[in-house]
């Protein structure tokens, strides 16, 4: 069997953090989005992957070669992002007649592929639903007798909660079905669309529901709740902290992971926090948080909660007396207040 990740997306909801890295490599838990998926597929022994990506994303062909993982990459380029069935599309020549798996590189699921696998009975299409509290902004499946008899994507009136989470096992026919769909309403290849299509047109389809944590990581707030369930999840209360970091006079309270070459001094960490390599925190108290790579955090009083520091940045001297305070800082840029409480220098 065969893997597809889909990687093309503009991610606008994401920005300023999207600028500068595509979206399936920002980090949760200190993996990016990109490899947890991988690691999905590699667990149950897929060896060659599609990963589908706009031509401008050469740092996903750069990361994926210093990767090491153990699977072989064929990298397919998507010139126009259509929707979820045109990406798929263009993998066609890729997957061949083989059954896959396919998954949409910034949803993070908890829930191992074997579920999916053993839905399929061997010789199904199968899908993996979820329940959700906002059904109107999900594809969602209605299931009569233990069948799927209906997918709509975004439905005014939903029939269900149960929504389609980014993970699918297809065989070959899926892409007959996208070659009969037309663009919907926002001009975009629904995926849904072509799932109806294979419904309509008699073709098996098996489904499994989780209850296990999911995320879409498609706007900064989800981006931090998928970094806190994925903490807890690998670590519990645990405190994780890399090779050559520095530790002096400090307090972590798990679930922490801290990247390797970093330097914390007088800080108090956690929960919910990750920190990537090359950081550095210092005077400061920190939460349910994440620090990109060679982030500094510098002399700031007050906590900082429910925040996202991008690579490079420096924050330093922040003296507002706040219970608590929030950031929202992009790669490279700088907010640093003197020591004297006159004016700052943003950058």
């Known amino acids: 069997m065969k893997g597809v990740i889909l990687c093309a997306g503009k991610a606008k909801r994401m920005k300023p953090f999207s600028s500068t890295l595509p979206k399936t490599l920002l980090p949760v838990a200190n993996r990016s989005?990109?490899?947890?998926?991988?690691?999905?597929?590699?667990?149950?022994?897929?060896?060659?992957?599609?990963?589908?990506?706009?031509?401008?994303?050469?740092?996903?062909?750069?990361?994926?070669?210093s990767s090491n993982l153990p699977v072989t990459f064929h990298y397919i380029f998507q010139t126009e992002q259509l929707g979820v069935a045109h990406a798929l599309a263009s993998a066609q020549e890729f997957v061949g007649t083989d059954s896959f798996l396919l998954l949409l590189g910034d949803?993070?699921?908890?829930?191992?592929?074997?579920?999916?696998?053993?839905?399929?009975?061997?010789?199904?299409?199968?899908?993996?639903?979820?329940?959700?509290?906002?059904?109107?902004?999900?594809g969602i499946a209605e299931i009569s007798d233990n069948r799927i008899v209906s997918i709509e994507e975004k439905p005014k009136r939903p029939r269900s909660k149960l929504a389609v989470i980014g993970t699918y096992l297809f065989d070959a026919?899926?892409?007959?079905?996208?070659?009969h769909i037309q663009p919907s309403a926002r001009g975009e290849y629904e995926i849904t669309d072509a799932i109806q299509w294979l419904i309509q047109h008699g073709f098996p389809l098996a489904y499994s529901i989780t209850k296990e944590p999911y995320t879409d990581v498609g706007t900064l707030?989800?981006?931090?709740?998928?970094?806190?369930?994925?903490?807890?999840?690998q670590l519990g209360n645990e405190v994780q902290v890399g090779a050559q970091t520095k530790l002096e006079n400090c307090v972590l309270k798990g679930p922490v992971i801290i990247g390797n070459q970093c330097t914390l001094k007088n800080a108090v960490v956690g929960?919910?926090?990750?920190?990537?390599?090359?950081?550095?925190?210092?005077?400061?108290?920190?939460?349910?948080?994440?620090?990109?790579?060679?982030?500094?955090?510098?002399?700031?009083?007050?906590?900082?909660?429910?925040?996202?520091?991008g690579q490079h940045v420096t924050l330093q001297g922040v003296h507002m007396q706040e219970s608590s305070l929030r950031f929202i800082l992009g790669s490279d840029s700088h907010l640093i207040f003197p020591a004297s409480g006159g004016k700052g220098d943003t950058e």
């Not at 026919?173 to 070659?179: E, G, K, L, T």
């Open 221 to 233: 707030q989800r981006w931090l709740e998928a970094n806190r369930w994925m903490l807890s999840r």
């Open 107 to 138: 949803n993070l699921t908890a829930e191992p592929l074997e579920t999916l696998i053993a839905a399929s009975g061997g010789d199904k299409s199968a899908l993996l639903l979820a329940e959700v509290d906002t059904p109107q902004d999900y």
């Open 271 to 309: 929960p919910y926090v990750s920190i990537q390599d090359g950081t550095e925190l210092m005077n400061c108290t920190i939460e349910n948080s994440i620090c990109l790579k060679k982030a500094r955090i510098l002399d700031i009083p007050s906590p900082i909660s429910h925040s996202i520091f």
């Open 33 to 65: 989005l990109l490899e947890h998926c991988i690691n999905r597929m590699t667990d149950i022994g897929i060896e060659e992957i599609g990963i589908v990506m706009n031509p401008q994303q050469k740092s996903i062909v750069d990361y994926l070669a």
């Open 173 to 179: 026919n899926i892409f007959m079905a996208i070659q």
